[in-house]
């Protein structure tokens, strides 16, 4: 029976709940890393400042401590800026040199024998600060002064523009602008960015960090360290969570090898939670201003989008996320004229990278609250505006005003099946009900179609198997794991192509020394690029195979067929004489003698032509406790569409994930500084993640429509979650409280938030 399609249990969960995951931090215990010690970064207290004063003499004295380093030992180049668009003035110190730029700041490292008297020694080291004035309202900062000498545009980190396209708001019947706040959050993976270094026996630096693969953090701390590539072995074991923030190294990892030379030992580095609060970049941050037009019966035809792009205090990732919205602006409609336009700003708070979804899930808030206002301005029903003007699904593959090549899509089919799994007249009618009787619970519902953008950066990835002796199979795969279930999704693959057991299959990756090549594990491509590789590489050795096969059953290779349910290959027409994988190892290996274990070896590196658009439609039902603002989600119902689904179980896991996070973001999550730049939420006490209590059990309808981009038909799902939940929770919060006359209530919608909104509204 074929593994795809169905759902096979995680194979990679039994050693996690037996507490025998390898972690980072477990290196303690790891011969290997013989005399490790511990770095603890002494950071920035103010938002900005410079630095007047740096005394480490009562660190360098105290017990255990190795060495005390600030920025006038480190003869290392800045930090690398992610894009050569950004404004080349921003420049990152290593550590900070005269000047702090945010509340987490780098400024020095002391290394000591252990964690405890690294920590300890670190609070006697003493900072003179001058403080300055802190710029905290993106808005402000772009007529605000500059935080850097030299740039083009005071605190303008990048402008970005849809080039030859303006919206045309002439003729428009209804016009409605909308500004919409999407709140900037911490990611908080609740392992944070641990990573240690050592100088091995070989001359080489080993470097073990918990990212999102170790190719490309080799690059980037090969770059940092003017290493050879060759110099280096990265390695990647279990991760406790990334949701994309870990990616990059930061600058506290990079220096780690270069700590490990000074001080001929190796080193580790594990911070605290409130550390990785202000340290680990935050996601999201943006401003949105949205105008939205078209007639009276609900076509629109009009929609531009400005955004003003928290950047914090250096150019990261983060200001490159516009780019996304841009290119995702109109979301799954049909619009005829399209703007857009941002501005992405430095400010004294955290730096901003990419999260769980990276620039989609702000595109499709945006147009989403699009479509709830217009409806409302309109007096229609919010999905049926929706469906006035779907791309249809004649129109595939359909290329974009934006330039985006959408593969497939059927938004009608996955909008009509979320309303019908929620049973929206009975909810509609129940809220009418509801106001009527002036109900003090309020019932809301909210809706977002959504279509985003999968593998759209990077679009190749590494796969390889092996036959080896006993007859088992090996996979190399460049894609690197944090929770996805790569090592049951290759497994399935490679089972299906060639008929051997799951348990006789060993899958090796998040290494740099075993695994020849491999890119960054997000933006949801796993399966559509690094599955197809592994997918082709199986099918290449079921071919070398076969070959063997014939020359043990003395037929033509031609005449030679497998037969996966049994694991086999036997002439057609006559089953009866088959040999199978193991059989074919032990000829192999007799013949080679002492060769080695690889007896074939068949390698893919998957390239594809063009990103996957995956797309759904979420409802959320949501009721507001008219007297306190205190909203329940009592509801949420997600149609995802993500192509041919290799495991419907890890499916669910992903979406289920991502749902969360979406709600927590509108609902719970919002990173908050003061007026000076002082964080306010930076531990989980004052920073409210999302638990199981707060949520319901998630409703699910799964469609399937194959995209041609791939041989397994496969589009990513792991940040679906995250961009169609979102606006589908906050639309369903505004919607409760519509007949009272609101129109907008920005995120997260805490209970205070829309008790004011009620309140000013009901005077």
């Not at 169905?6 to 709940?17: A, N």
């Not at 857009?340 to 147009?367: H, K, M, Q």
């Not at 004489?577 to 074939?600: P, Q």
């Amino acid at each position: 029976m074929a593994l795809r399609g169905t759902s096979v249990v995680r194979r990679e969960d039994e050693p996690l709940l037996r507490g025998q995951g390898q972690f980072v931090a477990d290196l303690t215990a790891d011969a290997d890393w013989d005399g490790l010690a511990h770095a603890c970064y002494v950071t920035s207290t103010v938002p900005h400042a410079r630095v007047a004063g740096l005394d480490v003499s009562e660190a360098r004295n105290a017990p255990g401590v190795i060495d005390v380093v600030t920025a006038a030992d480190v003869n290392l180049e800045p930090y690398p800026s992610p894009s050569p668009a950004f404004d080349a003035a921003i420049v990152r110190p290593m550590l900070a040199t005269d000047r702090v730029r945010f509340v987490g700041e780098p400024v020095a490292v002391v290394v000591a024998e252990t964690s405890a008297a690294a920590i300890d020694a670190a609070e006697m080291v003493v900072v003179d600060y001058e403080p300055l004035p802190a710029i905290v309202d993106p808005e402000a900062a772009i007529d605000g002064p500059a935080l850097f000498e030299g740039m083009a545009e005071p605190n303008v980190v990048v402008r970005m523009s849809l080039e030859d396209s303006e919206a045309d708001f002439e003729g428009c019947e209804a016009v409605v602008e909308v500004r919409t706040v999407n709140n900037r959050i911490a990611p908080c993976p609740l392992e944070p960015r641990v990573a240690a270094s050592r100088w091995a026996d070989d001359g080489r630096l080993h470097h073990v960090n918990a990212g999102q693969g170790p190719h490309p953090v080799r690059a980037g701390l090969a770059k940092i360290l003017n290493l050879d590539r060759s110099q280096m072995r990265v390695l990647s074991r279990d991760v406790g969570g990334s949701f994309g923030a870990k990616a990059r190294p930061h600058p506290e990892e990079a220096l780690l090898g270069w700590l490990a030379a000074r001080v001929g030992r190796p080193v580790m580095w594990v911070p605290s939670r409130s550390d990785d609060m202000v340290g680990l970049v935050h996601g999201r941050g943006q401003i949105q201003y949205c105008r939205i037009g078209g007639t009276r019966e609900g076509r629109i035809t009009a929609f531009h989008v400005h955004v003003v792009q928290q950047a914090g205090a250096y150019g990261n990732m983060g200001a490159a996320l516009p780019n996304n919205g841009k290119a995702m602006l109109a979301g799954c409609y049909d619009i005829a004229t399209l703007g857009f336009t941002s501005v992405s700003v430095l400010t004294n708070t955290t730096p901003t990278g990419p999260y769980r979804g990276a620039g989609r899930p702000e595109a499709a808030a945006a147009i989403e609250r699009a479509v709830d206002a217009f409806a409302a301005e309109i007096g229609m029903d919010p999905a049926e505006v929706r469906r006035k003007n779907f791309l249809q699904p004649e129109v595939f593959p359909f290329k974009t005003r934006t330039g985006m090549p959408y593969d497939s899509g059927a938004y009608e089919a996955s909008l009509d099946a979320a309303l019908q799994a929620a049973d929206y007249g009975a909810l509609r009618a129940e809220q009418e009900r509801r106001r009527a009787d002036g109900a003090e619970q309020l019932l809301g519902i909210g809706l977002a179609t959504y279509v985003e953008r999968t593998a759209g950066v990077g679009r190749s990835e590494y796969g390889a198997v092996e036959l080896v002796e006993g007859g088992r199979i090996v996979a190399r795969t460049g894609s690197s794991p944090y929770g996805q279930g790569h090592h049951t999704s290759w497994a399935m693959l490679i089972s299906d192509r060639t008929g051997m057991p799951m348990d006789r299959i060993d899958v090796v990756h998040g290494d740099t020394d075993e695994v020849p090549r491999g890119e960054v594990t997000g933006g949801s491509r796993s399966v559509q690029l690094a599955g197809a590789a592994i997918w082709e590489a199986s099918a290449t050795l079921v071919d070398q195979a076969r070959e063997v096969a014939a020359t043990l059953l003395e037929a033509d290779p031609a005449d030679i067929t497998l037969d996966t349910e049994a694991g086999a290959f036997h002439v057609v027409g006559t089953p009866a004489v088959s040999v199978d994988w193991a059989a074919i190892a032990h000829h192999l290996a007799s013949a080679n003698g002492e060769a080695g274990r690889r007896l074939l070896h068949a390698e893919e590196v998957f390239d594809s032509e063009a990103p996957t658009f995956p797309f759904g439609t979420h409802v959320a039902v949501v009721e507001v406790d008219h007297h306190t603002g205190e909203v329940e989600l009592v509801r949420l119902v997600a149609c995802d569409d993500a192509g041919t689904i290799l495991n419907p179980l890890l499916a669910a896991g992903q979406v289920h994930g991502g749902l969360a996070q979406g709600a927590a973001q509108a609902l719970y999550e919002e990173f908050v500084y003061d007026d000076d730049g002082n964080p306010l939420t930076g531990n989980f006490a004052d920073y409210p993640i999302i638990s199981a209590a707060e949520l319901p059990f998630f409703d699910r309808v799964v469609l399937e429509t194959p995209t041609h981009i791939n041989p397994l038909g496969a589009k990513g799902i792991g940040e679906s979650g995250t961009v169609g939940a979102t606006p589908a929770v906050q639309n369903a919060v505004i919607d409760a409280v519509a007949h009272l006359g609101i129109r907008h209530i920005d995120m997260p919608l805490t209970p205070q938030r829309v008790w004011q909104a009620i309140t000013d509204a009901t005077g």
